[in-house]
């Protein structure tokens, strides 16, 4: 069973609408989450990080469930500039990051 | 800072061909990452160092494959013989360590291409 698994969509949604994805890691003792945004032809980027309570940046919210060893991320008011693909990223204790396949987003106008 | 430097940015070899793909992480980061790419399998950690030193090996494909990190600020992916399913994007990423300075800052990438 792979560490982090995530639907590949791809998620085809209109400018305005909701768009929310989850990804499911296997190991119960993963510390931390994040998301992370990559572009076609470009390397991944830090989107935000996933804290216990839950965060916002924006538009942009992530959940954590432990009980259900899965993370979240929603995307509200989409934007054009949204469409890409989200990697969830897991860690364990010893700071080596596990990626997840990623969700494809596009937005289309 | 000019953040992650890999080069070169694109690699066409021929099968049997050594490739030596480089890296200069971000000044003053401990962690460096080694990841490949395929459509079919996604982003794969191959080794990753800590203040020069290898940690983890364990996604390193097979003894073709090679990494070193001589000083903080170079590292060096080799693969010897190169072969046509090790066409692939590589990353080389680096980090701060403790949790919660764990953002990893990827390099461009570099596409490789074995005939």
């Known amino acids: 069973r792979k560490e982090v698994e995530q639907d590949p969509g791809p998620f085809n949604v209109p400018e305005g609408a909701t768009v929310a994805f989850n990804c499911t890691y296997s190991?119960?003792?993963?510390?931390?989450f994040f998301w992370y945004r990559q572009d076609c032809r470009k390397e991944p980027k830090l989107l935000m990080s996933?804290?216990?309570s839950g965060n916002e940046d924006g538009r942009f919210t992530a959940q954590l469930n432990r009980a259900s060893q899965y993370i979240s991320l929603l995307i509200r008011d989409s934007k054009l500039s949204d469409s890409a693909t989200y990697l969830c990223?897991?860690?364990?204790?010893?700071?080596?990051?596990?990626f997840g396949a990623g969700t494809t987003v596009t937005v289309r106008a | 800072d000019a953040g992650v430097i890999q080069s070169p940015r694109h690699e066409v070899t021929e099968m049997g061909q050594e490739v030596t793909l480089r890296c200069k992480p971000i000044?003053?980061?401990?962690?460096l990452f080694w990841y490949r790419q395929t459509m079919m399998r996604g982003l794969e950690l191959l080794i990753y160092?800590?203040?020069?030193?290898?940690?983890?090996d364990s996604g390193m494909p097979e003894d073709r494959f090679s990494a070193k990190m001589p000083n903080a600020s170079f590292s060096t992916l080799k693969i010897q013989p190169s072969e046509p399913r090790d066409s692939a994007v590589y990353f080389c990423?680096?980090?701060?360590?403790?949790?919660?300075?764990?953002?990893?800052?990827f390099g461009q990438g570099t596409r490789l291409t074995v005939v």
């Open positions: 160092f800590n203040n020069n030193v290898p940690i983890d």
């Open positions: 990223v897991v860690i364990l204790n010893d700071y080596k990051l596990s």
């Open positions: 190991n119960s003792a993963s510390q931390s």
């Open positions: 000044s003053g980061h401990d962690y």
């Open positions: 996933v804290y216990s």
């Open positions: 990423a680096s980090s701060l360590p403790g949790p919660s300075n764990t953002e990893a800052f």
